[in-house]
């Protein structure tokens, strides 16, 4: 098995060891709309996105807010769940047919005690995920729906193309109706 490109380069560190890792990590199949972790359940799983999609999302009083999308090469896990063993506040969904690669919190330990040197890149990767959240939380609370729909079509088209509009809507902290109406205002300038 060869190393997924976006852990080779965000983590070159594994990828010096990755002949004696890759037997830790195990590729399954996922259909759509299946649930790999519910809200509330503790994280035992990182996942590496080889095809297809996931979403990282919340359930807010009946709200549902998500908060990243997760294509090709891309690694998730409700990482506070899974660092810290307690309940995860997110859920992770697929929306398309979706192959990943499964590094159990067992092998993710293993790996952490054999080559201690890989821990402060993952300290590092874990920390670039969080402040790309609040990054997400800050876009939400200081731009207007068009502006944040409007950074969507020019800073990351795929989603756009990929991922059904509900869910979009729900990312980018609208609803379907609101979402609907800023694409018929903005084709029509």
Known sequence: MEIPAYLAQKLPEIGEHWSELHDLFISKSIPA????????DVATELFIVMNGALRLWHNSDGRDITLQFFFENQ????????????????????FEDTQVLILP????DQIRQRYPTIEPAITRFICERFIAYRNIFFDQIQHSPEERYQQLVNDDPE?????PLRLVASYLGMTPVSLSRIRTRLKEK
């Open 33 to 40: 709309d299946t649930t790999l972790l519910a809200e509330g």
């Open 75 to 94: 690694v998730v896990s409700s990482f506070e769940s899974f660092y810290l063993d307690q309940p995860s506040g997110f859920s992770i969904e697929s």
């Open 105 to 108: 919190k067992t092998a993710f």
């Open 159 to 163: 989603i756009l193309e990929r991922v």
